[in-house]
């Protein structure tokens, strides 16, 4: 009854377990044509199996005919998540789909928060004043000057405050 469920986290947990590399394993032209040559391969071979199938309706009974398609289907599942991993490990297709936008590789949530904690100002309790075009050129001082001492001055090799 789990088994669909089953078969799409471990297929989930192929996918993110890859990390691409900084370049592909194989050319494009050769990756896309392995992973199109794969896809056929696995559309045959649902093929060749469902017509097997079809083949013995009239002449098997109903139950016989229900554990043998039960059968089937959990092959199938079984070769879909083989091409899978092909997929993502032999051809890297995820150093490809990180191209389309939503692809992006994220970081993981302990670089996510200790980078928020570098980048965000300590607390001090007291409210901090907006530095706008009403203000005088000193106050615009102080407050670039108070900013500038409470995330550590210019930090990195770009001087933007941010840490790489």
């Known amino acids: 009854m789990y088994?669909?469920?089953?078969?799409?986290?471990?297929?989930?947990?192929?996918?993110?377990?890859?990390?691409?590399?900084a370049?592909?394993?194989?050319?494009p032209v050769a990756t896309a044509v392995a992973a199109v040559a794969a896809l056929l391969l696995y559309a045959l071979i649902c093929l060749y199996?469902?017509?097997?199938?079809?083949?013995s309706l009239g002449?098997?009974?109903?139950?016989?005919?229900?554990r043998r398609y039960q059968r089937t289907q959990t092959r199938l599942s079984i070769l879909a998540l083989?091409?899978?991993?092909?997929?993502?490990?032999?051809?890297n297709i995820k150093f490809y789909l990180q191209i389309i936008?939503?692809?992006?590789?994220?970081?993981?949530?302990s670089v996510a928060s200790r980078t928020k904690t570098l980048n965000s100002k300590p607390s001090t309790g007291k409210p901090v004043g907006r530095v706008g075009a009403k203000s005088s050129p000193a106050k615009q001082k102080r407050a670039v000057h108070k900013s500038k001492a409470a995330t550590g001055g210019t930090r990195g090799k770009t001087g933007s405050g941010q840490i790489y």
């Open 23 to 27: 370049k592909p394993l194989f050319p």
């Open 82 to 91: 083989g091409f899978v991993a092909i997929h993502t490990y032999v051809l």
């Open 101 to 109: 936008p939503g692809f992006e590789p994220k970081r993981p949530l």
């Open 3 to 21: 088994s669909q469920l089953i078969y799409f986290l471990v297929a989930l947990v192929l996918f993110t377990l890859q990390q691409p590399g």
């Open 59 to 66: 002449l098997t009974s109903q139950s016989v005919l229900t």
């Open 49 to 55: 199996l469902l017509r097997r199938l079809r083949r």
